[in-house]
């Protein structure tokens, strides 16, 4: 066993694991951060997918000893840390995943919206492409890409408005 202090969204914590573990796994079984989904175990599926200091990582290649001092943000810290920015209830992504029906076993969506939330802290307008190649390395096997792309762009343009309305 080795402690590890990690900052899983934004709680400072000091967590002892194996230390052949993966951040997954120290995610899922030592802090019961289960939207953090267990797939292929080997970087290809991208639904273990978190944010490292606001860039998409695939929690299942990690040590937790390869983020210390680093912030990670996980499904569970999405809708918390846009509030913690000044927005109110779901973060524009989780909305517009619903509204825009990209939603439907769930297995893939956790990492799909930390990688589309990832986007558009860098990029607030991007293009079709900019989204299909941010999402590139996340599969789904239910809905397809179209909603997903549609529901990335909604997102764009919700943010969009709310930063116009704060302006007023």
């Known amino acids: 066993m080795r402690a ?9 914590i000091e967590i002892a694991a194996p230390e052949h573990w993966t951040l997954l796994e120290v995610l899922r079984y ?9 797939g292929c175990d080997k970087g290809d599926c991208g639904a273990c997918t978190v944010l490292v200091d606001g860039e998409p990582e695939l929690a299942c290649l990690l040590l937790p000893g390869a983020v210390e001092g680093k912030k990670i943000l996980t499904i569970e810290g999405l809708a918390p ?14 909305e517009s995943f619903d509204e825009a029906g990209a939603l439907q076993c769930g297995f893939c ?3 799909v919206m930390l990688s589309a939330r990832a986007l558009l802290n860098r990029e607030p307008h991007p293009s079709c492409e900019q989204i299909a190649d941010s999402l ?7 809905t397809g890409y179209k ?13 969009a408005e709310l930063k116009t309305q704060g302006a007023d």
């Not at 202090?5 to 709680?11: K, M, P, T």
């Open 136 to 142: 590139s390395g996340n599969l789904c096997r239910c």
């Open 4 to 12: 590890y202090r990690l900052e899983v969204n934004g709680d400072k």
């Open 147 to 159: 909603q997903i792309y549609d529901a990335v762009e909604a997102a764009a343009d919700k943010e």
């Open 109 to 111: 969506q956790p990492g």
């Open 30 to 38: 030592k802090l019961g951060l289960t939207g953090t989904k267990q």
């Open 81 to 94: 840390a846009h509030r913690c920015r000044g927005g109110e209830g779901a973060d524009p992504i989780q």
